[in-house]
Protein backbone atom coordinates (compact mmCIF):
# COMPACT_ATOMS: atom_id res chain seq x y z
CA UNK A 1 0.00 0.00 0.00
CA UNK A 2 1.06 3.43 -0.87
CA UNK A 3 0.26 6.82 0.82
CA UNK A 4 0.83 10.26 0.48
CA UNK A 5 0.61 12.07 3.85
CA UNK A 6 1.30 15.63 4.74
CA UNK A 7 4.08 16.17 7.40
CA UNK A 8 4.65 19.40 9.23
CA UNK A 9 3.61 21.38 5.38
CA UNK A 10 5.67 18.90 2.86
CA UNK A 11 3.80 16.20 1.56
CA UNK A 12 6.19 12.45 1.77
CA UNK A 13 5.23 9.39 -0.52
CA UNK A 14 5.40 6.48 2.30
CA UNK A 15 5.02 2.89 1.96
CA UNK A 16 4.92 0.65 5.45
CA UNK A 17 8.41 -0.23 6.37
CA UNK A 18 9.84 2.86 4.79
CA UNK A 19 12.80 5.03 6.92
CA UNK A 20 12.60 8.81 5.70
CA UNK A 21 13.64 12.27 7.33
CA UNK A 22 10.77 15.21 8.09
CA UNK A 23 11.02 18.25 9.99
CA UNK A 24 11.52 18.04 13.73
CA UNK A 25 8.92 16.65 15.11
CA UNK A 26 8.14 16.71 19.30
CA UNK A 27 8.91 12.93 20.90
CA UNK A 28 11.74 10.60 21.76
CA UNK A 29 13.15 7.79 20.24
CA UNK A 30 10.92 4.73 20.54
CA UNK A 31 7.63 6.92 20.44
CA UNK A 32 5.07 6.18 18.36
CA UNK A 33 3.61 8.93 16.06
CA UNK A 34 0.14 9.03 13.70
CA UNK A 35 -0.67 11.03 10.84
CA UNK A 36 -4.25 11.71 10.09
CA UNK A 37 -3.47 14.54 6.77
CA UNK A 38 -3.32 11.71 4.45
CA UNK A 39 -3.92 12.82 0.86
CA UNK A 40 -3.77 9.87 -1.52
CA UNK A 41 -3.53 6.22 -1.13
CA UNK A 42 -2.64 3.46 -3.54
CA UNK A 43 -3.65 -0.08 -2.52
CA UNK A 44 -3.20 -2.25 -5.69
CA UNK A 45 -6.83 -2.17 -7.08
CA UNK A 46 -8.42 0.90 -5.54
CA UNK A 47 -7.37 4.69 -5.74
CA UNK A 48 -8.66 7.35 -3.40
CA UNK A 49 -7.68 10.78 -3.18
CA UNK A 50 -9.19 13.75 -1.88
CA UNK A 51 -11.51 14.22 0.96
CA UNK A 52 -12.44 9.88 0.34
CA UNK A 53 -9.29 8.63 2.04
CA UNK A 54 -9.76 7.59 5.36
CA UNK A 55 -6.04 6.36 6.21
CA UNK A 56 -4.01 6.73 9.50
CA UNK A 57 -0.60 6.57 8.84
CA UNK A 58 1.71 5.02 11.80
CA UNK A 59 5.26 5.63 12.14
CA UNK A 60 7.56 4.89 15.31
CA UNK A 61 11.07 7.58 15.98
CA UNK A 62 13.84 6.36 15.11
CA UNK A 63 16.26 8.96 15.92
CA UNK A 64 15.05 11.97 17.88
CA UNK A 65 16.96 14.83 16.59
CA UNK A 66 19.07 15.00 13.10
CA UNK A 67 21.07 17.52 11.93
CA UNK A 68 20.96 18.15 7.58
CA UNK A 69 23.80 20.04 6.27
CA UNK A 70 24.92 23.42 6.55
CA UNK A 71 23.43 26.18 4.75
CA UNK A 72 25.69 29.36 4.51
CA UNK A 73 24.09 32.79 3.17
CA UNK A 74 26.76 34.73 2.25
CA UNK A 75 26.15 38.89 1.85
CA UNK A 76 28.66 41.01 0.43
CA UNK A 77 28.97 44.63 -1.20
CA UNK A 78 31.67 45.07 -3.06
CA UNK A 79 34.26 48.10 -2.16
CA UNK A 80 32.09 49.11 1.03
CA UNK A 81 33.79 46.31 3.35
CA UNK A 82 30.56 44.97 4.07
CA UNK A 83 30.34 41.43 4.35
CA UNK A 84 27.70 39.12 6.37
CA UNK A 85 27.66 35.27 6.85
CA UNK A 86 25.17 33.50 8.35
CA UNK A 87 24.72 29.72 8.28
CA UNK A 88 21.96 27.05 10.15
CA UNK A 89 21.63 23.49 10.12
CA UNK A 90 18.15 22.45 9.94
CA UNK A 91 17.01 19.99 12.41
CA UNK A 92 15.39 16.73 11.48
CA UNK A 93 13.35 13.90 12.46
CA UNK A 94 14.41 10.15 11.77
CA UNK A 95 11.32 7.83 10.99
CA UNK A 96 10.12 4.57 10.53
CA UNK A 97 6.76 3.67 9.15
CA UNK A 98 5.44 0.94 10.83
CA UNK A 99 1.59 0.69 9.23
CA UNK A 100 -0.58 2.58 7.11
CA UNK A 101 -4.59 1.58 8.37
Do not use: C, W
Not at 27 to 55: H, M, P, Q, R
Not at 85 to 100: E, F, L, M, S
Request: glycine share 8%; proline share 1%.
Amino acid sequence: MLAVVKIAGQQFKVKAGDSLYVPHIEGSIGDSVEFTDVLFTDNGSSVSSGSTVKAVVKAEIVSDLVKGDKVIAFKMKRRKGFRKKHGHRTQYTHIKVTAIA
